[in-house]
T-cell receptor, first 111, second 116 residues
Framework: AQSVTQLDSHVSVSEGTPVLLRCNYS??????LFWYVQHPNKGLQLLLK??????LVKGINGFEAEFKKSETSFHLTKPSAHMSDAAEYFC?????????FGTGTRLAVRP | GAGVSQSPSNKVTEKGKDVELRCDPI?????LYWYRQSLGQGLEFLIY????????KSGLPSDRFSAERTGGSVSTLTIQRTQQEDSAVYLC??????????????FGPGTRLTVT
């Protein structure tokens, strides 16, 4: 069975400081992994994806994620948080058709 | 270009009524997905279409839920005899295809359904 675990339900950072949102996965085969962002009352926007190419993946708005097979992790990072990054972030695993989502991490950014 | 669109954006209905939710995928996307987002259950997969066929209906919560897709484009999700537990945001997504290539799914803004 496939699953995604987002280790923190809430993360709060100060503007200009680094962001780390943690995601672990369980998959019986080589996974495709995604990070999505959801701003209030909006749909999901794709930030980045990993599909067995480079293990360090760059996405939009300065976000990056690193695939670590040995740790079954796909953590999302950003060097410097901006107020506009405040949103909910979802890690997702693809089985080839449907996405299995984590429970989400709400990111707050303090001025 | 145009993204995935969904209508209506909000729907309030009385318990026991039927509702139809519509999704227009990105042009050229052969795969279409329905998900449900609720406070208690997070983001749940409901059903997906490859063309007009639905290979996986495993996520549909009950036989009150059905979906169809016509012409390889527009899809409707129908909920019959709505219950209060059906209240949620229903999200539609589309992608160029399915399979192990990890096609990105692009999401619409959702339909917020409230059953009173």
């Amino acid at each position: 069975a496939q699953s995604v675990t987002q280790l923190d339900s809430h993360v709060s950072v100060s503007e200009g400081t680094p962001v780390l949102l943690r995601c672990n996965y369980s998959s019986s085969y080589s996974p495709s992994l995604f990070w999505y962002v959801q701003h209030p009352n909006k749909g999901l926007q794709l930030l980045l994806k990993y599909t067995s190419a480079a293990t360090l993946v760059k996405g939009i708005n300065g976000f990056e994620a690193e695939f670590k097979k040995s740790e079954t992790s796909f953590h999302l990072t950003k060097p410097s948080a901006h107020m506009s990054d405040a949103a909910e972030y979802f890690c997702a695993l693809s089985s080839g058709d449907k996405l299995t989502f984590g429970t989400g991490t709400r990111l707050a950014v303090r001025p | 270009g145009a993204g995935v669109s969904q209508s209506p954006s909000n729907k309030v209905t009385e318990k026991g009524k039927d509702v139809e939710l519509r999704c227009d995928p990105i042009s050229g996307h052969t795969a279409l997905y329905w998900y449900r987002q609720s406070l208690g259950q997070g983001l749940e997969f409901l059903i997906y279409f490859q063309g007009n066929s639905a290979p996986d209906k495993s996520g549909l919560p009950s036989d009150r839920f059905s979906a169809e897709r016509t012409g390889g484009s527009v899809s409707t999700l129908t909920i019959q005899r709505t219950q209060q537990e059906d209240s949620a945001v229903y999200l539609c997504a589309s992608s160029l295809g399915t399979g192990t290539l990890g096609y990105e799914q692009y999401f619409g803004p959702g339909t917020r359904l409230t059953v009173t």
